[in-house]
């Protein structure tokens, strides 16, 4: 379990969320938390794609157009 001090402003505005909504402060915070970390993550992932492309390019490799893509794809999955 992790104890966190927020600040007095901090702590009020989920105070008056809590009471309007009606939703315990602990979920409220929660879901606070669980955002802060999904947009991290997705950040990251951002940063990953954009390392892995200037790779890509530095690398000299010829790429695939998306169109030879679909169509091999189209190719191997006729039913």
Avoid: C, N
Avoid at 10 to 30: A, I
Avoid at 42 to 47: A, M, R, Y
């Amino acid at each position: 379990m992790l104890a966190i001090e927020l600040s007095a402003d901090t702590e009020e505005m989920f105070q008056m969320v809590s009471q309007k909504t009606g939703r315990p402060l602990d979920v409220l915070v929660q879901e606070a938390l669980d955002r802060f970390l999904e947009e991290w993550e997705d950040q990251q992932d951002v940063v990953e794609a954009q390392q892995l492309y200037r790779e890509f390019k530095e690398g000299g490799e010829p790429g695939i157009s998306w169109k030879d893509v679909k169509s091999s794809m189209d190719l191997k999955h006729v039913l």
